[in-house]
């Protein structure tokens, strides 16, 4: 059977880069390998975290609690975040240096307030998915090229969904950047991945 690959390009949004809400340290210095990878798929996929002003992930929401802590959300831990990514605001739109023209299609997450959405497949709760694993599917892909913001968080998730979906995952390590709240998550996040069946690469291992 032939492989068929596709890129994924995780929030790759303004407030994930430097000088935005919830900025990734370097994160803006992914873009230009966003560039220069998409040229070497035929698939290439977006997503953007994209939540409503009244989001449950936001502190903000949360009276006298802040950024930072971990609340009780429905059953589920939920880091409380800065606002980030609203929905139609600067912050969520696209690194302005990212080419846009191959993304073929762009899955939103977070959009539901009661839940977060770390992955590109499902909400946190494993309830709902986005449509991205039939979206593959009916595309024939059986491989998926991950990079993008954040590591240890909807990159993580992301690649941990692909892989228990059954595609091979692979991690571009070198296009990724971490929030890394606590010093060492996002080695543990990599560590996470690669102990899952995650392939690690780099960039310029990508010849397709
Ligand atoms: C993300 C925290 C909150 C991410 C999104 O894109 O990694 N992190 N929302
Ligand atoms: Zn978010």
């Known amino acids: ?9 995780v929030d790759l949004q303004n407030d994930f880069c430097p000088g935005g809400n919830l900025a990734v340290t370097f994160g803006d210095e992914v873009i230009p390998l966003a560039n220069q990878l998409q040229t070497q798929f035929d698939l290439v996929i977006a997503t953007q ?4 002003a009244d989001h449950a992930s936001f502190a903000s929401n949360h009276p006298g609690h802040q950024v930072g802590e971990v609340i009780n959300l429905n059953g589920i831990s939920q880091i409380l975040w800065p606002d980030h990514c609203v929905q139609q605001t600067p912050g969520a739109a696209f690194h ?4 846009t023209e191959k993304i073929k299609k762009i899955f939103y997450k977070g959009t539901d307030k009661s839940v977060d959405s770390y992955s590109a497949f499902f909400d946190n709760a494993h309830l709902r998915a986005t449509g991205l694993n039939e979206y593959l599917r009916e595309h024939d892909i059986t491989d998926i090229y991950i990079m993008g913001l954040a590591t240890d968080y909807c990159v993580k998730y992301s690649a941990l969904d692909a892989a228990q979906l059954g595609f091979n995952a692979y991690l571009i390590v070198d ?9 060492g998550d996002v080695e543990a996040a990599i560590q996470e991945m690669e102990k899952a069946g995650i392939k690690i690469i780099h960039a310029n291992a990508v010849r397709i």
């Open 1 to 9: 059977m032939n492989n068929k690959k596709a890129l994924i390009l």
């Open 49 to 52: 975290d994209w939540h409503p």
């Open 96 to 99: 302005p240096q990212l080419h």
């Open 175 to 183: 296009a990724c950047r971490g929030v890394e709240l606590k010093p």
